[in-house]
Nanobody
Framework: VQLVESGGGLVQPGGSLRLSCAAS????????MIWYRQAPGKEREWVTA????????NYADSVKGRFTIYRDNAKNTVYLQMNSLKPEDTAVYYC???????????WGQGAQVTVSS
């Protein structure tokens, strides 16, 4: 089982990035996908989630209207489009898979996002 994040990097305030989380080793379409982030010195926080079919999404207030989560079950990948980035969005971003019919969950290794001028 693997979740591999990619697409992180350094971006200026107001810029955009798209994170990807590629899954393998499990039935991706049977898992809710969630993005978390952890800033330096802070606890990990929930950012957004998408149901296994992609039919429903939810966002933390801090990112609502700026971030978009979507998934492609044919490619076993979930994405996080981040627009209008702010310095306070700087964090390591993690994707997590949570089973709909099981209690299994899997974590990715994280992707660093730095928003700075």
């Amino acid at each position: 089982v693997q979740l591999v994040e990619s697409g992180g990097g350094l971006v200026q305030p107001g810029g955009s990035l798209r994170l990807s989380c590629a899954a393998s080793g499990f039935t991706f379409s049977s898992y809710v996908m969630i993005w978390y982030r952890q800033a330096p010195g802070k606890e990990r926080e929930w950012v957004t989630a998408i149901t296994n079919t992609g039919g429903s999404t939810n966002y933390a207030d801090s990112v609502k209207g700026r971030f978009t989560i979507y998934r492609d079950n044919a490619k076993n990948t979930v994405y996080l489009q981040m627009n209008s980035l702010k310095p306070e969005d700087t964090a390591v971003y993690y994707c997590k898979a949570t089973g709909v019919l099981t209690v299994r969950e899997y974590w990715g290794q994280g992707a660093q996002v730095t928003v700075s001028s």
